[in-house]
């Protein structure tokens, strides 16, 4: 990961300092304890750390878990030890950026398991929390699955909307290809509009809210001419026979859309 920019997160909260954390005096040193009180999957230290650095360049944070590790409810996961009003104040956005990523990485790692041994990859979104896109793709991938593009400018995706405003799909792939080098994705809503995707010889096609019977007649018809992708309502109990299907990917937004963030509690005590 490149260093990541915690001011933003920090000064939603500090405003113009905070006025608590003031009654301590500034001098005081403490240590704090890090646990989960939930099973997870650990991800942002990064970001954890950067918030309590800033605070206090001279804070030690010793980690007992690695990012991407699985563990227990009750875990310690780290202890800290610094000035105790840098502590105070960045418990709170420390905190909500790890419990956040965990809960992505958490939920990743459950569906990537869900699908072991099969040769298809599961896929994000751009169905992300605003301000945390790279960070949660990041953590989608610490929990085991795959990115999708990063933004609209990184990938061609043309939906229904699209394809209404270009005339046709073969028209919408024809203005991307000639606009952009970017591969280009094509959303079908059946296997009709399957086959004029198919004509238009796009990178890879979206099976929106396709059928398991749908999706391996796709599978079928496009017989290796294009990547194939399912989409949309798609779960933790169904995903497995959806990836049996034969399609190469699947795409959930809930990887970062649904997320509950991971219950965590830090515990601070006053040395000195």
Same mark, same amino acid.
């Given at each position: 990961?490149?260093? @990541?920019?915690?001011?933003?997160?920090?000064?939603?909260?500090?405003?113009?300092?905070?006025?608590?954390?003031?009654?301590?005096?500034?001098?005081?040193? =403490?240590?704090?304890?890090?646990?989960?009180?939930?099973?997870? @999957?650990?991800?942002?230290?990064?970001?954890?750390?950067?918030?309590?650095?800033?605070?206090?360049?001279?804070?030690?944070?010793?980690?007992?878990? =690695?990012?991407?590790?699985?563990?227990?409810?009750?875990?310690?996961?780290?202890? $800290?030890?610094? $000035?105790?009003?840098?502590?105070?104040?960045?418990?709170?956005?420390?905190?909500?950026?790890?419990?956040?990523?965990?809960?992505?990485?958490?939920?990743? &790692?459950?569906?990537?398991?869900?699908?072991? %041994?099969?040769?298809?990859?599961?896929?994000?979104?751009?169905?992300?929390?605003?301000?945390?896109?790279?960070?949660?793709?990041?953590?989608?991938?610490?929990?085991?699955?795959?990115?999708?593009?990063?933004?609209?400018?990184?990938?061609?995706?043309?939906?229904?909307?699209?394809?209404?405003?270009?005339?046709?799909?073969?028209?919408?792939?024809?203005?991307?290809?000639?606009?952009?080098?970017?591969?280009?994705?094509?959303?079908?809503?059946?296997?009709?509009?399957?086959?004029?995707?198919?004509?238009?010889?796009?990178? &890879?096609?979206?099976?929106?809210?396709?059928?398991?019977?749908?999706?391996?007649?796709? @599978?079928?018809?496009?017989?290796?001419?294009?990547?194939?992708?399912?989409?949309?309502?798609?779960? !933790?109990?169904?995903?497995?026979?959806?990836?049996?299907? %034969?399609?190469?990917?699947?795409?959930?937004?809930? !990887?970062?859309?649904?997320?509950?963030?991971?219950?965590?509690?830090?515990?601070?005590? $006053?040395?000195?």
């Amino acid at each position: 990961m490149n260093k @990541v920019n915690i001011l933003p997160f920090l000064e939603e909260d500090l405003g113009n300092g905070d006025i608590t954390a003031a009654i301590i005096p500034k001098h005081r040193r =403490a240590t704090a304890e890090l646990l989960t009180r939930e099973s997870m @999957v650990l991800c942002g230290r990064e970001w954890f750390d950067a918030v309590f650095k800033h605070l206090d360049a001279n804070v030690i944070i010793d980690w007992h878990v =690695a990012e991407g590790e699985s563990i227990a409810a009750n875990t310690k996961i780290c202890t $800290l030890s610094g $000035l105790a009003c840098a502590l105070l104040t960045g418990e709170r956005t420390a905190m909500n950026l790890l419990q956040t990523l965990s809960a992505t990485a958490t939920i990743s &790692r459950q569906y990537a398991e869900a699908i072991q %041994g099969i040769n298809c990859k599961i896929l994000d979104t751009r169905k992300t929390i605003p301000g945390l896109r790279i960070a949660q793709k990041y953590a989608v991938k610490c929990g085991g699955c795959f990115n999708h593009r990063v933004g609209l400018f990184d990938g061609v995706l043309i939906k229904e909307n699209h394809i209404m405003a270009a005339g046709s799909i073969t028209n919408a792939v024809q203005i991307a290809r000639e606009q952009s080098n970017a591969p280009i994705e094509v959303e079908v809503e059946n296997l009709a509009e399957l086959e004029q995707a198919l004509n238009a010889k796009p990178n &890879r096609i979206m099976l929106d809210n396709f059928t398991l019977d749908d999706l391996r007649q796709a @599978v079928k018809i496009t017989a290796g001419k294009a990547e194939l992708e399912a989409s949309g309502n798609i779960h !933790l109990t169904t995903i497995r026979k959806i990836a049996e299907t %034969g399609v190469n990917f699947i795409s959930i937004g809930a !990887l970062t859309k649904n997320v509950q963030a991971i219950d965590l509690s830090m515990r601070i005590q $006053l040395v000195s």
